[in-house]
């Protein structure tokens, strides 16, 4: 008789778990409550305090060059990668017009110059003519007293006496059209030099205008920097306001960080930011300061601003630039260049300061200086031309 088919099967018994694996669970269990502990005081010490975001990217000023006088394009003075200080001439055009135009406006201020010392030398005649008149009607006056007494005891006819009288009224009237034209010199040049007369300050006005005409023919570079974006020829005629190349002047540049909106409750001005270059990774790292915040969100002033009250509508989170300033000298030891990419951390424990610039806050402006030698220049070829001609 066969009695395997009533033998029951054999259960498995697991091994029980030895002590050093369930030393190991024990341990993973306790890795990770101590570092879900050390995230959590991490948070509570530090991590609230701040706003991180690799959304942002190295900005500055990016200056046109471009010429105030037309002209044909002769001499270039840099191309792409130069450095470049203010004032250094860029863009050479060609000046033989305008210097033409020039020697025409010197001569046509020495020729004022001229003619108002004329004008003077007629008043000093006229004021002489009148000390003369007034000699001739004296001595027709004395006539007529002498040929009246004569007249008197019949030694003369009264004809003689008419003419002495006619002699003493044509006198009169002679002193009266010298003293009239004293004055019309006088009106020409009364309360003037000859460097403020009317006509040599027109005159000085034409050769101001020509001679910045010529010192426009030299386009300058209008800050110090580096030259991008080339894109004018040898030959090329060229007219006012085209920019003819870039200059950017890498010693003043800032980053703009776009922050989510749900970062901005805390993100205050003046707070301190800590930031790293991709360029230069973690060695390096800059110092800088919260300045501002834009005045709206970066689809608010896109070319085509979205238009969420047509069809349906999913929410974006939206995204502000804020500006930060860079430290002068560590961009200077770690140059940098527009459009790098960076990594902001802004530290906002430090909330009592104002989110947005309000009145009263220091603008950042901007200013050249190398224009303004322009004028100057051309008042001392003016005064000298008066010199020499006074």
């Known amino acids: ?45 530090a991590g609230q305090y701040r706003e991180a975001t690799e959304d942002a990217y190295v900005s500055g000023n990016v200056v046109a060059v471009t010429a105030q006088v037309s002209g ?45 010392r004329a004008q003077y030398a007629n008043v000093g005649q006229t004021r002489a003519n009148v000390e003369l008149r007034k000699v001739e009607l004296s ?21 003689e006496v008419k003419h ?7 006198a009169t009237a002679a002193l009266d059209v010298a003293t009239q034209q004293v004055a019309g010199s006088s009106a020409l040049i009364g309360r003037t030099t000859v460097a403020s007369n009317p006509d040599v300050l027109a005159a000085a006005s034409q050769v101001r205008d020509a001679w910045i005409a010529v010192y426009r ?21 060229i007219n006012p306001g085209v920019s003819l190349m870039s200059v950017v002047p890498l010693d003043h540049l800032w980053v703009d ?46 070319l085509l601003p979205a238009q969420n009250a047509t069809g349906n509508w999913i929410k974006v989170v939206q995204r502000v630039p804020i500006r930060i300033a860079l430290d002068p000298q560590q961009v ?35 200013r050249t200086d190398v224009f303004a030698r322009q004028l100057a220049s051309a008042d001392a070829v003016v ?4 010199a020499a001609n006074q």
């Open 1 to 45: 008789m066969n009695t395997d088919a009533h033998t029951p099967p054999a259960v498995a018994v697991a091994p029980a778990p030895s002590p050093r694996s369930r030393l190991g669970q024990w341990l993973a269990i306790a890795a990770v409550a101590i570092a879900v502990i050390g995230a959590a005081l991490w948070w509570m010490l």
């Open 72 to 116: 044909v394009v002769t001499a270039i003075g840099a191309d792409n990668t130069d450095y470049v200080k203010a004032g250094g001439n860029l863009v050479k055009l060609d000046d033989t017009d305008a210097r033409l135009a020039l020697s025409r406006a010197e001569a046509q201020l020495a020729r004022s110059v001229r003619m108002v």
């Open 139 to 159: 001595r027709a006056k004395a006539d007529l007293t002498r040929r009246r007494e004569l007249l008197a005891s019949g030694a003369i006819s009264g004809e």
């Open 164 to 170: 002495a009288e006619n002699a003493v009224h044509a």
């Open 217 to 237: 023919t030299n386009v300058p570079a209008p800050v110090t920097g580096l030259v991008t974006k080339r894109n004018v020829q040898l030959g090329q005629k």
């Open 257 to 302: 960080a776009n922050f989510k909106e749900s970062q901005l409750r805390h993100i205050r001005i003046g707070q301190k930011v800590d930031l790293v270059a991709d360029v230069y990774g973690d060695d390096v790292v800059y110092h800088g300061t919260v300045i501002g915040q834009d005045a709206g969100t970066g689809s608010a002033f896109s």
């Open 332 to 366: 200077a030891q770690h140059p940098l260049q527009l459009g790098l990419s960076m990594k902001v951390t802004v530290a906002t424990r430090q909330r009592e300061g104002s989110r947005l610039v309000t009145a009263g806050a220091p603008e950042h402006g901007y």
């Open 383 to 386: 005064d000298k031309i008066i």
